[in-house]
């Protein structure tokens, strides 16, 4: 081990513990960490902060799926320190070796974490990943121009809009043929040929009755160019922070869960200081700012404990036991993935 790595290291552990890693040296500039992210998810006063107190710079980057995520670090992009794969695909990297172990020495604030997410089936123990916040996936409607069926919402009323130039599908594969097939009452993890045949030739016919296919729909549903948006609920919920009218749905066919993780890639260079990254995104004061601010749901148990019983109760971010019941996880397809992306590419094109 050189020099160098051990001075880095010994401060690490030994300013951890007080929330303060810092890693600057009068003689050495520290590298610029690059981090491949969803949007809207950390504030830019929160990087900010996270420069000042450990001199580390950070340069953001956005995905608008986790394909396109897939695809980016597949095909030999290696400058990524740190990316954001979701559940099923942090299980698909793991399995190709993709993605770095990570060393819980140097992430002290994993105590932190809710033992939930210590378990999860795509990385028991959190081997490669550090699940940092966790959602759903639904319908954002401008209830201020939309009718609300007093029925429930459901997925149909997206695909069969009455605001077709208003309406926006996520650009998103798994997403979008998930919500399909639920539609239908089959699993969103479908594999069978017909079933995703049959979700094909839907979503065929409802690409022509939206706007677009969009992974960003909050600035379109701000802007009332949308007013009904297939969307994550992170964006639906900042949405509704700045315009009450838009509120978010989980259809009752059910939806999405998902959750985003910490992950580094193999091919980082910077492996201890996108440790001190992940480590400060852990610790209970700077995980509220950003839950906060961002209005995500977090798997920190500590933080938990901070929020309001508004907070806690607010049923968008933290849906009830009964709508629990019917979100379901996306799972690794396998073999049918190819056969999935092909079908994409022919929507697509």
């Given at each position: 081990m050189g020099l160098k790595r051990i001075v880095i290291l010994a401060v690490v552990l030994g300013l951890a513990t007080s929330g303060l890693i810092y890693l600057r040296s009068r003689n050495t500039t520290p590298p610029r960490l690059r981090v491949s992210t969803w949007s809207n998810y950390f504030p830019e006063s929160v990087i900010q902060d996270f420069t000042a107190k450990t001199g580390i710079r950070v340069e953001l980057s956005y995905v608008s799926s986790n394909e396109e995520l897939f695809a980016k670090l597949k095909a030999g992009a290696t400058g990524f320190d740190i990316v954001q794969p979701s559940d099923y695909m942090v299980r698909q990297m793991k399995s190709l070796s993709m993605l770095s172990k990570l060393d819980p020495s140097l992430l002290p604030n994993l105590s932190h974490l809710d033992d939930y997410y210590r378990s999860l089936s795509y990385d028991p123990g959190n081997e490669v990943s550090v699940p940092f916040t966790w959602g759903t996936s639904g319908i954002a409607i401008n209830t201020a121009q939309v009718e609300v069926p007093k029925d429930g919402v459901s997925w149909n009323m997206l695909f069969n809009s009455k605001y077709p130039r208003q309406t926006s599908l996520l650009d998103d594969m798994r997403e979008v043929f998930a919500s399909v097939l639920l539609a239908n009452s089959l699993s969103p993890n479908a594999r069978e040929i017909n079933s995703l045949e049959l979700a094909k030739?839907?979503?065929?016919?409802?690409?022509?009755?939206?706007?677009?296919?969009?992974?960003?729909?909050?600035?379109?549903?701000?802007?009332?160019?949308?007013?009904?948006a297939?969307?994550?609920?992170?964006?639906?919920?900042?949405?509704?922070?700045?315009?009450?009218?838009?509120?978010?749905?989980?259809?009752?066919?059910?939806?999405?869960?998902?959750?985003?993780?910490?992950?580094?890639?193999?091919?980082?260079?910077?492996?201890?200081?996108?440790?001190?990254?992940?480590?400060?995104?852990?610790?209970?004061?700077?995980?509220?700012?950003?839950?906060?601010?961002?209005?995500?749901?977090?798997?920190?148990?500590?933080?938990?404990?901070?929020?309001?019983?508004?907070?806690?109760?607010d049923p968008n971010i933290y849906p009830p036991p009964e709508i629990f019941k019917k979100l379901f996880f996306l799972e690794d397809l396998g073999t049918v993935l190819p056969t999935m992306n092909r079908m994409w590419t022919e929507l697509k094109s």
């Amino acid at each position: 081990m050189g020099l160098k790595r051990i001075v880095i290291l010994a401060v690490v552990l030994g300013l951890a513990t007080s929330g303060l890693i810092y890693l600057r040296s009068r003689n050495t500039t520290p590298p610029r960490l690059r981090v491949s992210t969803w949007s809207n998810y950390f504030p830019e006063s929160v990087i900010q902060d996270f420069t000042a107190k450990t001199g580390i710079r950070v340069e953001l980057s956005y995905v608008s799926s986790n394909e396109e995520l897939f695809a980016k670090l597949k095909a030999g992009a290696t400058g990524f320190d740190i990316v954001q794969p979701s559940d099923y695909m942090v299980r698909q990297m793991k399995s190709l070796s993709m993605l770095s172990k990570l060393d819980p020495s140097l992430l002290p604030n994993l105590s932190h974490l809710d033992d939930y997410y210590r378990s999860l089936s795509y990385d028991p123990g959190n081997e490669v990943s550090v699940p940092f916040t966790w959602g759903t996936s639904g319908i954002a409607i401008n209830t201020a121009q939309v009718e609300v069926p007093k029925d429930g919402v459901s997925w149909n009323m997206l695909f069969n809009s009455k605001y077709p130039r208003q309406t926006s599908l996520l650009d998103d594969m798994r997403e979008v043929f998930a919500s399909v097939l639920l539609a239908n009452s089959l699993s969103p993890n479908a594999r069978e040929i017909n079933s995703l045949e049959l979700a094909k030739k839907q979503i065929f016919q409802i690409k022509d009755r939206v706007l677009m296919f969009s992974s960003e729909p909050k600035p379109l549903l701000l802007r009332e160019e949308v007013i009904i948006a297939h969307s994550y609920s992170s964006d639906a919920i900042q949405a509704h922070a700045q315009n009450s009218k838009i509120q978010f749905f989980i259809p009752k066919e059910g939806g999405v869960i998902w959750t985003d993780n910490f992950a580094i890639p193999a091919s980082s260079k910077h492996k201890l200081q996108a440790h001190a990254f992940i480590n400060y995104f852990l610790s209970p004061e700077n995980a509220l700012i950003t839950v906060r601010q961002s209005h995500l749901a977090t798997p920190n148990k500590t933080v938990r404990e901070l929020l309001t019983i508004e907070e806690k109760g607010d049923p968008n971010i933290y849906p009830p036991p009964e709508i629990f019941k019917k979100l379901f996880f996306l799972e690794d397809l396998g073999t049918v993935l190819p056969t999935m992306n092909r079908m994409w590419t022919e929507l697509k094109s």
